[in-house]
């Protein structure tokens, strides 16, 4: 054999065949074999993402839904409170009562307002009356005081035996008129002497008298309840020598 043929029998160096490794075509034909595979990983890829977009699509409307439908509920139940908040309001005062509490409150500010005024009337009717019975009084003193000289003639005309049938009958109507307003005529004789209502003019000394007395009136005293118009003026005995 000659050198010619054992070097195309052999392999020749550097060719790819001979080392083992494909060449270009056969890496073209290994990447077209390989290519349909690969696609259809990629299209169930494709559809389960396209699959997952559309169930999340769906699914975010239903989410938006049911917070819009929990917003709506919880606006409602604001609603209500608030509208039961106000219907309480309504139904209590300003003050926190209820009607029925209102109207008893009402009820007993008047029933308290009747009692101080009715409290202040009878205070007013009292002291109305009390003024009214001290100008009555200051009227009839001013007229008793005034007729004092001619009660006093009357008196003295009495005690002399001086007096008619028809003189006395008019003394007995003035008298009775002045009990009639509450003046009183006081002083007799023989009655114990009171410095009080007695103004003694003269003393007159008894050995047996033991104790001070009216003896004579002079002038007779007057006196409205127990207010002393006029003391009696009077003559004394008293005890000594």
Same mark, same amino acid.
């Given at each position: 054999?000659?050198?010619?043929?054992?070097?195309?029998?052999?392999?020749?160096?550097?060719?790819?065949?001979?080392?083992?490794?494909?060449?270009?075509?056969?890496?073209?034909?290994?990447?077209?074999?390989?290519?349909?595979?690969?696609?259809?990983?990629?299209? #169930? $890829?494709?559809?389960?993402?396209?699959?997952?977009?559309?169930?999340?699509?769906?699914?975010?409307?239903?989410?938006?839904?049911?917070?819009?439908?929990?917003?709506?509920?919880?606006?409602?139940?604001?609603?209500?409170?608030?509208?039961?908040?106000?219907?309480?309001?309504?139904?209590?005062?300003?003050?926190?009562?209820?009607?029925?509490?209102?109207?008893?409150?009402?009820?007993?500010?008047?029933?308290?307002?009747?009692? #101080?005024?009715?409290?202040?009337?009878?205070?007013? #009717?009292?002291?109305?009356?009390?003024?009214?019975?001290?100008?009555?009084?200051?009227?009839?003193?001013?007229?008793?005081?005034?007729?004092?000289?001619?009660?006093?003639?009357?008196?003295?005309?009495?005690?002399?035996?001086?007096?008619?049938?028809?003189?006395?009958?008019?003394?007995?109507?003035?008298?009775?008129?002045?009990?009639?307003?509450?003046?009183?005529? =006081?002083?007799?004789?023989?009655?114990? =002497?009171?410095?009080?209502? $007695?103004?003694?003019?003269?003393?007159?000394?008894?050995?047996?008298?033991?104790?001070?007395?009216?003896?004579?009136?002079?002038?007779?005293?007057?006196?409205?309840?127990?207010?002393?118009?006029?003391?009696? #003026?009077?003559?004394?005995?008293?005890?000594?020598?």
């Amino acid at each position: 054999m000659s050198a010619f043929d054992k070097d195309d029998t052999g392999p020749l160096k550097g060719d790819p065949a001979a080392a083992g490794e494909p060449d270009g075509n056969e890496a073209k034909a290994s990447d077209a074999a390989s290519t349909p595979d690969q696609e259809a990983a990629r299209g #169930r $890829h494709a559809g389960k993402s396209a699959a997952d977009e559309s169930q999340a699509a769906d699914q975010a409307p239903s989410d938006s839904s049911a917070k819009e439908a929990s917003s709506a509920d919880a606006q409602a139940d604001d609603k209500t409170d608030a509208d039961s908040a106000k219907e309480d309001g309504a139904d209590k005062g300003s003050d926190g009562l209820t009607p029925l509490g209102q109207a008893k409150k009402e009820a007993a500010d008047y029933l308290e307002a009747l009692q #101080r005024e009715r409290a202040e009337f009878v205070n007013f #009717r009292n002291r109305a009356k009390k003024e009214q019975d001290i100008f009555r009084q200051h009227g009839i003193v001013d007229v008793l005081t005034s007729l004092l000289p001619a009660l006093d003639d009357i008196d003295r005309i009495k005690e002399h035996g001086q007096m008619d049938d028809s003189f006395q009958a008019v003394a007995k109507k003035i008298d009775k008129t002045f009990e009639k307003f509450g003046v009183e005529k =006081f002083g007799e004789k023989g009655e114990d =002497f009171d410095p009080t209502k $007695h103004e003694a003019i003269l003393h007159k000394p008894d050995p047996e008298a033991k104790k001070e007395t009216v003896d004579t009136v002079v002038e007779a005293g007057y006196r409205i309840g127990d207010r002393v118009i006029r003391a009696a #003026r009077v003559v004394v005995t008293s005890p000594g020598q």
